[in-house]
């Protein structure tokens, strides 16, 4: 999946930098939706003082934009004879690559989370993920360019999740936590 990535964000790479706009209209979009649920004023107030940390972080988004597959989870990809097919294209756009990869992170995180209770389960294949993407790029310096971003991303992944329904409200406002925590320690 890591290679499918490459491909994809090298093929449409274009020079123009990636803005902190998109993520900061998304995560208002997603605020905006979890008040009607399990986001009190208080918490929501809590994540946009962390994230607006981020929106304020100089260097934090050198790079430059690349066509996103933009509802990149492991469900919206098939597996076969060593290709990636990837469906459910109709949000591609072009974005920050950390979008895709931040998102894969926070599936990968919900579902250690959701499935053993132990989220950080996953770090070692989020950080596995993270590092074949780097070193598929060429350079390996670039795991830490991209690592830097990857909490913002995981954030706005983890809250998407909450938005779903089925989910029991107590695993909700834990993903909400997590979410924060992404936020707020990962800088």
């Known amino acids: ?50 994230a607006a940390t981020w929106w304020d972080k100089n260097g934090i988004f050198v790079d430059n934009e690349v066509i996103v597959h933009g509802d990149a989870t492991p469900t919206n990809f098939f597996f076969q004879h060593h290709e990636v097919i990837g469906i459910d294209v109709e949000k591609v756009k072009r974005a920050d690559r950390c ?41 390996e310096q670039f795991f830490y360019a991209i690592t830097r971003r990857i909490p913002l991303y995981m954030s706005l992944g983890l809250l998407r999740i909450a938005r779903n329904t089925w989910l029991d409200e107590p695993y909700r406002k834990n993903l909400l936590r997590e979410a924060k925590r992404c936020l707020k320690y990962g800088l």
């Not at 803005?19 to 979009?29: E, F, G």
């Not at 989220?119 to 070193?135: K, N, T």
């Open 1 to 50: 999946m890591a290679r499918f990535f490459v491909k994809l964000h090298r093929k449409s790479e274009r020079e123009r930098q990636v803005s902190p706009d998109r993520p900061q209209k998304y995560l208002s979009k997603l605020l905006y939706s979890l008040s009607q649920g399990p986001l009190t004023s208080s918490k929501r107030d809590e994540i946009e003082r962390y």
């Open 99 to 139: 979008w895709d990869l931040g998102f894969i992170a926070a599936d990968l995180k919900h579902h250690f989370m959701w499935r053993t209770g132990d989220g950080w389960a996953a770090e070692p294949y989020i950080g596995h993920f993270l590092w074949e993407y780097a070193v598929n790029c060429g350079d």
